[in-house]
């Protein structure tokens, strides 16, 4: 669960006893009012614990993004000498074709 500690759960809020006295509240309306509340309280549980989970697996997400690139970097970056030395290569093989023996004349 989060840092955020959680005092009460439905059940104890469903629970709870309220003692009487001559000029106390409207029962009906108190359980009433608990009931509503407990549904939320419950509502709120369900979404933090969704919250959690997905939070989980976006952590998990970034650390394999974050692993990833660090992997493709080694294996795929050429040196600069071997990139260059292939673009010449390139460029006198296009030369050849397009302009044939003449260059060479």
Known sequence: MSQMEIKLTAKEILDKDFKQSMRGYNQDEVDK????VIQDYEAFQKKIEQLERENELLK?????????????????TPSAGSTNYDILQRLSNLEKKVFGSKMYE
């Open 60 to 76: 998990q997400d970034l650390k394999k993004q974050t692993e990833r690139p660090q992997r493709s970097q080694t294996v795929t």
């Open 33 to 36: 009012f608990l009931d509503t």
